[in-house]
Each structure stands twice: as structure tokens, then as C-alpha cells.
């Protein structure tokens, strides 16, 4: 579904539902988990495009996003 699905609703212009992909579906489900009040959250690891996504969503909300990105060294 390229597009956020715009063909779809381009062949259904009457649709009356909203389409959400795999990514939009797991920000939504991590912000919705997230207790009232949060005001900090820290990401762990490479952005993926999902990790991307949720945290522009959280800056948009007002929650400050703080990643930490662990070199191949110190893990092992």
C-alpha cells in the first residue's frame, strides 16, 4: 500500500475508514501503552523507520526523544 494507501482510496472515494500500515499500527500501540504525564522517553539502538516515526510523533506531542546508539564494541 504505497502511498498511505492512495489508490485504494482513489478507487473507493467513499471510504469512510482510515488505512494504517504495519508502522502506523505500532506507534499507535506504543504511544497508547505510554502512562499519562510522560515527559521523557530514550530510544535504544539504530532508527529504524518505525523508532523514526514514533519519535517525531512523541516530539509532536511535547515528549523530549533522546537516542542512544551503542557502537558494535560495546555490546559484545
Do not use: R, W
Not at 515527559?39 to 511535547?62: D, E, F, I, R
Not at 515528549?63 to 555490546?75: A, D
Amino acid at each position: 500500500m504505497n502511498g498511505n494507501g492512495g489508490l485504494f482510496y482513489q478507487n473507493n472515494p467513499k471510504l469512510k475508514v482510515k488505512i494504517v500500515d504495519g508502522t502506523g499500527l505500532a506507534v499507535a500501540t506504543v504511544l497508547n501503552g505510554l502512562p499519562p504525564g510522560t515527559k521523557n522517553v530514550q530510544l535504544v539502538g539504530k532508527l529504524s523507520k518505525m523508532a523514526s516515526v514514533l519519535a517525531l510523533t512523541l516530539c509532536q506531542k511535547g515528549i523530549k526523544v533522546k537516542n542512544i546508539v551503542h557502537s558494535v564494541n560495546e555490546i559484545q
